[in-house]
């Protein structure tokens, strides 16, 4: 995945785009830990990512027991580049 310096800190961050997690998460529904494993990032970091991007209406989330599972909200037609 590609790394972004932060110029502040100059510690540098991994960049995901919507576009990859849109990928994972097609024709699936997966918990937060499995969408990380496919990422390749931290469960923290996966989450994060999918909670903003169901702030923008692009995934879904529901509470299963005690994983959140996540899928593409179908209404979009897809995601901003």
Do not use: F, I
Not at 14 to 24: A, G, I, K, L
Not at 39 to 46: I, K, N, V, W
């Amino acid at each position: 995945m590609p790394r972004r310096r932060d110029p502040d800190s100059g510690q540098y961050s991994e960049v995901y785009s919507e576009q990859v997690v849109v990928d994972v998460l097609e024709g699936d529904r997966l918990g937060t830990s499995e969408v990380a494993n496919e990422l390749g990032c931290h469960r923290t970091t996966a989450h994060d990512l999918l909670t903003q991007m169901e702030d923008n209406g692009l995934v879904k989330s529901k509470q299963v027991g005690s994983t959140l599972m996540w899928k593409l909200d179908t209404r979009q037609e897809q995601p901003p580049e």
